[in-house]
């Protein structure tokens, strides 16, 4: 524990060394970072990766999430803001490649479902425009692919499937989806679909009880089956069996303060990272064994600057690096790993 502690504190003076250093620069971007995460015998390094991207000018809006396409290497931000593209497609190098303008309105969450055959980004729109509360899927050249929900239009049916405000969604290997609606209006469900978009279960309800949701704002997946939502209003994480949709526990205790707005887990599936948007804070949480959800966790977490609000952020499957959506610095920072499962003697 007393290594846990120095980590700690050295963590805490750089960060207190770089708010300074950005207030003085008059920048809200922390540019130059390590975290050292150690928790009994692992640690975790992330650095900050000042050179992602290459040319941060082409975030011209404000960036709400980002998705990280492992596959292809590819990593698509969705931007919102007037007369600008609303999709921008880097590589994890950080290189811009192309921007997409069409048929997005007000893009909320963004996920690439890539198979060796195709490359898919699922997009969900909020807008209240033509295009607006739909979840959309592209191909990686922003072509429309897939239209779920009713354009143009907000609604609480489910034959055909109407949303209000879906915040973001889940895509599993297999085809199936999981979609959280939402981002406050009308419904405050989880939906899960199969890969021809059939609803195969749904918790519809808006409440605090077990299942029942008040912004229901971020999906993820396990390996061990559970579906992860960040149930924002309520300050919680509820899980879920992903076949049957029976609830399967909840996490109650480590949000008092302001709700969860994102969920990803760790490659390994040992941990899973944590946005809080108005604290500008990102936590990283002990996912639990198999069977048990048990009490919340949090490892460490690293304290963003004030007002960089992160939203949405994305874990990439295969380099573990991670992504962050920040409504408020208007940019997306990529976080690089530089170790884990490093043994640590004398503890
Ligand atoms: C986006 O729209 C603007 C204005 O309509 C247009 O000038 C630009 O070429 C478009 N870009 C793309 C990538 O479609
Ligand atoms: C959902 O319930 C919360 C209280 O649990 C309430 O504040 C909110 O207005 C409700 N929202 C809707 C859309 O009914
Ligand atoms: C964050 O703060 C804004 C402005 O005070 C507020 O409207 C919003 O509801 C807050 N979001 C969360 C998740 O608490």
């Given at each position: 524990m007393a290594r846990f502690w120095v980590c700690a504190a050295g963590a805490g003076f750089l960060l207190a060394f770089l708010a300074l250093h950005s207030r003085l620069c008059g920048s809200p971007v922390l540019r130059k970072f390590t975290f050292q995460i150690s928790w009994r015998t692992e640690k975790i390094l992330?650095?900050?990766d000042l050179g992602w991207p290459k040319h941060p000018e082409y975030f011209t809006g404000v960036t709400f999430g980002v998705?990280?396409?492992?596959?292809?290497?590819l990593v698509y931000v969705a931007q919102r803001g007037d007369n600008i593209p609303k999709v921008l497609v880097f590589t994890e190098d950080g290189y811009f490649l192309r921007a997409w303008n069409y048929t997005v309105d007000t893009p909320h969450g963004i996920f690439a479902a890539s198979t060796l055959h195709e490359q898919s980004i699922w997009i969900t729109d909020v807008g209240s425009g033509s295009y607006g509360h739909t979840v959309k899927k592209y191909n990686s050249f922003g072509d429309l692919v897939q239209v779920l929900g009713t354009p143009g239009k907000k609604g609480t049916g489910l034959n055909p499937l109407q949303f209000d405000s879906p915040a973001e969604l889940y895509v599993e290997d297999t085809g199936d989806i999981y979609i959280v609606d939402g981002d406050g209006g009308l419904n405050n469900r989880l939906i899960k679909l199969s890969q021809d978009f059939m609803i195969l279960w749904l918790h519809g309800e808006n409440g605090t009880g077990p299942a029942k949701f008040n912004i229901p704002h971020s999906v993820t997946v396990d390996s061990a089956g559970r579906v992860w939502v960040a149930d924002r209003g309520n300050k919680r994480i509820q899980v879920f069996d992903k076949d049957t949709g029976e609830w399967?526990?909840?996490?109650?205790?480590?949000?008092?303060?302001e709700g969860p707005s994102s969920v990803r887990f760790t490659p390994d599936g040992k941990y899973l990272m944590v946005?809080?948007?108005?604290?500008?804070r990102l936590s990283i949480m002990a996912a639990p064994p198999v069977g048990s959800i048990g009490a919340c966790s949090v490892v460490s977490t690293i304290q963003l600057a004030d007002e960089v609000l992160p939203h949405l952020l994305e874990v990439d499957r295969k380099?573990?690096?991670i992504y962050v959506a920040e409504i408020g610095a208007k940019q997306v920072q990529k976080y690089v790993p530089l170790n884990s499962c490093v043994p640590s003697s004398g503890s």
């Amino acid at each position: 524990m007393a290594r846990f502690w120095v980590c700690a504190a050295g963590a805490g003076f750089l960060l207190a060394f770089l708010a300074l250093h950005s207030r003085l620069c008059g920048s809200p971007v922390l540019r130059k970072f390590t975290f050292q995460i150690s928790w009994r015998t692992e640690k975790i390094l992330y650095r900050l990766d000042l050179g992602w991207p290459k040319h941060p000018e082409y975030f011209t809006g404000v960036t709400f999430g980002v998705a990280a396409d492992s596959l292809s290497g590819l990593v698509y931000v969705a931007q919102r803001g007037d007369n600008i593209p609303k999709v921008l497609v880097f590589t994890e190098d950080g290189y811009f490649l192309r921007a997409w303008n069409y048929t997005v309105d007000t893009p909320h969450g963004i996920f690439a479902a890539s198979t060796l055959h195709e490359q898919s980004i699922w997009i969900t729109d909020v807008g209240s425009g033509s295009y607006g509360h739909t979840v959309k899927k592209y191909n990686s050249f922003g072509d429309l692919v897939q239209v779920l929900g009713t354009p143009g239009k907000k609604g609480t049916g489910l034959n055909p499937l109407q949303f209000d405000s879906p915040a973001e969604l889940y895509v599993e290997d297999t085809g199936d989806i999981y979609i959280v609606d939402g981002d406050g209006g009308l419904n405050n469900r989880l939906i899960k679909l199969s890969q021809d978009f059939m609803i195969l279960w749904l918790h519809g309800e808006n409440g605090t009880g077990p299942a029942k949701f008040n912004i229901p704002h971020s999906v993820t997946v396990d390996s061990a089956g559970r579906v992860w939502v960040a149930d924002r209003g309520n300050k919680r994480i509820q899980v879920f069996d992903k076949d049957t949709g029976e609830w399967l526990g909840a996490w109650n205790n480590c949000f008092t303060e302001e709700g969860p707005s994102s969920v990803r887990f760790t490659p390994d599936g040992k941990y899973l990272m944590v946005a809080q948007l108005n604290l500008s804070r990102l936590s990283i949480m002990a996912a639990p064994p198999v069977g048990s959800i048990g009490a919340c966790s949090v490892v460490s977490t690293i304290q963003l600057a004030d007002e960089v609000l992160p939203h949405l952020l994305e874990v990439d499957r295969k380099t573990g690096a991670i992504y962050v959506a920040e409504i408020g610095a208007k940019q997306v920072q990529k976080y690089v790993p530089l170790n884990s499962c490093v043994p640590s003697s004398g503890s």
